[in-house]
């Protein structure tokens, strides 16, 4: 049996393989350790959607070597696959593995590092958690690849064409995941949006099979390209279990800066989708990603960027200022930003998209909603602990109980009384009958 170290930076997506391995590890037999000391293998899947996510990448291998330099260190992930000979050449490198030979990772690290597992520990795959972290919601991949060439985005070429998963497979680990005590699943892709195009079928088929064919009790979708969405899709959120939350990259809110970056979506579409599923799912929290300096983005189009996002109105923006991603054609377009008027903007934005998500959770003040406890914070001095968890509709929450009440992986109503002190996340209160059995 061999201890198993397993970490990632970047996206959801890397998240959700990383889980899945540490399923396949423990199913084989091996133990899936909280840290690198522990390991006698550790597996980081890289990132490179940044040139800045390269050079961390790069770091937190070698950090990875000095903390433990006697153990088998595999790096896989995006990086790896656009620049694996550098990759190899870093000091502690035991084997590089590129996205294309990442369905076969686990047999490809037990064969090539010769490792020795003991069946007597296998894990039944119910019984395998995920990688150190939360045991409340699974993130479970369905796609990979992407077709749409993005001028910004050299993802298209580090995970390659299109890739489904057919649904019988998503259903079948939903269900080992269920009955292995998770509450909530999130389905990731590179491009979700375009679900099943290689199979025949699309992401209303799958997300119906799910709810028709799982009992979880939470199902949640992770970034939607607003592309490519089939027909009656918002019909799906009239079963609750589907969460009310859409996170739709919009990247930037003027249409001649949407063309540059190769897009396939206009400002005027965009709040066509975002009003038809305002009208179809009630409460709908709506999130996005957004380019800040873009090459040639004028003062003229930042201000449509400004007032679009004012029309649309966002509960939580990431926004990106642009850097050169070498290999993208954004990387090669004249006109680039400089860099003080990229940190005037995302300023500005940074500022608006605060005031947005203030307004948007005191909405909620008062309200009650159902919260997954996913963890406890930091205990208070006065014998109570501090509990972490969010509403269907992925607002964050914190709560105050008895230290000898355990909330973890539970599922229940709050009443929503304040915003905390930074107005990033909301204040409840459990009622005292919904503490039976928290013990």
């Not at 400004?306 to 050169?324: K, N």
Request: hydrophobic share 40%; proline share 5%.
């Amino acid at each position: 049996m061999s201890n198993v170290y397993l970490t990632t930076l970047g996206c959801r997506l890397n998240e959700a393989e990383v889980a899945g391995w540490a399923r396949r590890f423990q199913a084989q037999g091996h133990r899936v350790v909280h840290s690198p000391q522990e390991a006698q293998v550790m597996l980081l899947n890289s990132c490179a959607v940044t040139t800045e996510a390269a050079r961390k990448s790069r770091q937190f291998i070698k950090r990875l070597h000095r903390q433990n330099p006697e153990a088998r260190l595999v790096i896989t992930g995006c990086y790896a696959q656009l620049e694996p000979e550098r990759v190899a050449a870093l000091t502690g490198v035991d084997l590089v593995i590129g996205n294309d030979e990442k369905e076969r990772l686990v047999e490809l690290v037990s064969t090539r590092l010769d490792l020795h597992a003991m069946p007597a520990m296998a894990a039944e795959p119910e019984s395998a958690h995920m990688y150190p972290g939360s045991r409340t919601r699974a993130f479970v991949k369905v796609q990979d690849g992407c077709r749409n060439r993005c001028t910004f985005c050299i993802v298209t070429i580090a995970r390659g064409p299109e890739r489904s998963r057919p649904i019988d497979a998503v259903i079948d680990e939903i269900n080992a995941l269920h009955r292995g005590g998770y509450q909530e699943v999130v389905l990731t892709g590179v491009h979700l949006g375009g679900y099943g195009r290689d199979l025949g079928t699309d992401l209303y088929a799958l997300v119906d099979a799910i709810l028709h064919h799982t009992d979880i009790p939470r199902l949640r979708l992770s970034s939607l390209e607003p592309w490519d969405l089939p027909p009656h899709f918002w019909n799906l959120w009239q079963n609750p279990r589907l969460m009310p939350h859409l996170h739709l990259p919009l990247q930037s809110g003027c249409d001649s800066t949407l063309r540059r970056m190769a897009r396939r979506c206009d400002t005027a579409t965009y709040a066509r989708l975002v009003e038809d599923a305002r009208a179809a799912i009630p409460d709908l929290t709506l999130t996005t990603d957004l380019i800040v300096g873009f090459p040639g983005e004028t003062e003229a189009e930042w201000a449509a960027t400004v007032d679009f996002v004012q029309r649309i109105g966002f509960a939580h923006m990431h926004i990106f200022t642009f850097s050169p991603r070498e290999g993208t054609a954004a990387a090669r377009m004249k006109d680039q930003v400089p860099a003080e008027i990229k940190r005037t903007r995302s300023r500005q934005m940074h500022a608006m998209a605060a005031a947005m998500k203030a307004e948007y959770l005191a909405r909620y003040v008062g309200a009650t909603r159902a919260v997954l406890w996913e963890g406890p914070g930091k205990s208070t001095n006065h014998g109570h602990t501090r509990w972490l968890g969010y509403t269907d509709h992925y607002l964050r929450v914190e709560t105050t109980v008895s230290a000898h009440l355990h909330l973890e992986n539970r599922i229940t109503p709050a009443q929503l009384h304040r915003l905390n002190a930074d107005k990033t996340g909301l204040l409840a209160r459990i009622a005292a009958n919904e503490f039976a059995g928290y013990a």
